[in-house]
């Protein structure tokens, strides 16, 4: 009966230091997640902070290429197949809208320490769309600032389904096309002479 009874007194002792423990575990794992999180902010903080002046820098650099870009055949550049691009080309409108463009260039904008991304298609008179400056602005993130629409000429509908030119869309973002296609459009004018054909 003696040993029953410290058998049991033990088995609470233990009962209650494996709770104690286990709370001064989950007090530790909350603590060392909060302590994470404030690091995360704070690096990412000075990463913009940092990244600003880079891209301000860049940009200037992009303003005085963009006249020698401009003379480049973009419709080649985007369809190459290396292009990140490419997989978001159909096969049907793309290929022919893609010869439409006049200039294609992307702008980086700093307003009120918040950097905006602007993805701009100046394009010709086509048989596929009315609208002849495509651009879309984006916030870091994701969030569209600026947007001029499609404005899609009659008997498209088929065809401009899974048209890379959605991206100009409102529904781009629901559709996953945004996030997909932007980094795409900057690797693409960033180095476009990684993906121009070879003379």
């Not at 609470?12 to 302590?35: G, N, P, W």
């Not at 880079?54 to 419709?75: G, H, I, T, Y």
């Amino acid at each position: 009966m003696i040993i029953g009874l410290v058998c049991v007194n033990q088995q609470k002792i233990t009962m209650a230091s494996t709770q104690a423990f286990t709370d001064e575990v989950l007090k530790a794992l909350v603590d060392c997640r909060e302590r994470n999180d404030a690091l995360d902010a704070e690096y990412e903080k000075k990463k913009e902070q940092l990244t600003i002046p880079f891209r301000e820098e860049l940009e200037k650099l992009l303003v005085e290429r963009q006249p020698l870009v401009d003379k480049l055949n973009w419709a080649q550049i985007l369809d190459s197949a290396d292009a990140p691009t490419k997989q978001f080309l159909n096969g049907t409108t793309d290929t022919k809208l893609l010869r439409a463009i006049e200039s294609f260039k992307m702008v980086t904008t700093v307003r009120d320490g918040i950097l905006f991304r602007r993805v701009v298609l100046k394009l010709r008179t086509n048989m596929f769309v009315e609208t002849t400056e495509l651009f879309r602005e984006v916030d870091p993130d994701g969030k569209t600032t600026a947007i001029s629409g499609v404005t899609w000429k009659a008997g498209t509908e088929k065809s401009r389904g899974d048209s890379l030119f959605r991206f100009f869309e409102e529904q781009a973002k629901e559709n996953g096309l945004l996030l997909d296609a932007l980094p795409a459009f900057e690797m693409v004018f960033q180095s476009p002479y990684l993906f121009a054909p070879e003379k």
